[in-house]
Nanobody, 124 residues
Framework: VQLRASGGGLVQAGGSLRLSCAASGRAFSGYVMAWFRQAPGKEREFVAAIRWNSGSTSIADSVKGRFTISRDNARNMVYLQMNSLNPEETAVYYC??????????????????WGQGTLLTVSS
C-alpha cells in the first residue's frame, strides 16, 4: 500500500484548503481511510475517517462542521476539505489506511499504512 498526501501550504486564518491522498498498491475495498495531524511537540491526532465502500464518515469534534472527508473510488483518491482554518491547526497532515472494522478506529497506532505527510501552515 502506498499513500501520497498533497495539497498543504500556507493559508490565512479563516481560509480554506483541500488536501488530497492518492492511494495505490491494492484494492481498497473494505478499508478505512483516515486523516491525522501532528503539530510540533504534540501527539498525532485523529481528524477524520471514511469507509471506502459505504462512504460513511467519522469526524473529530474539534473540526466537525468545518472539515469534510470524501473519497473518489474510481480515482483511488481521498480528500480532506478544510474550512475556517485557525492558526492552532498548523500541523503536518497525514493520510492513513487500515482494513475496516465495525467501529472507526481513532488511535493512530492501529493504522499500518501512512503517507509521507503534507504541511499546513495557518497564519494569523
Amino acid at each position: 500500500v502506498q499513500l501520497r498526501a498533497s495539497g498543504g501550504g500556507l493559508v490565512q486564518a479563516g481560509g480554506s484548503l483541500r488536501l488530497s491522498c492518492a492511494a495505490s498498491g491494492r484494492a481498497f475495498s473494505g478499508y478505512v481511510m483516515a486523516w491525522f495531524r501532528q503539530a510540533p511537540g504534540k501527539e498525532r491526532e485523529f481528524v477524520a475517517a471514511i469507509r471506502w465502500n459505504s462512504g460513511s464518515t467519522s469526524i473529530a469534534d474539534s473540526v466537525k462542521g468545518r472539515f469534510t472527508i470524501s473519497r473518489d473510488n474510481a480515482r483511488n483518491m481521498v480528500y480532506l476539505q478544510m474550512n475556517s482554518l485557525n492558526p492552532e491547526e498548523t500541523a503536518v497532515y497525514y493520510c492513513a489506511a487500515r482494513s475496516g472494522d465495525s467501529v472507526f478506529q481513532l488511535a493512530h497506532r492501529v493504522y499500518p499504512y501512512w503517507g509521507q505527510g503534507t504541511l499546513l501552515t495557518v497564519s494569523s
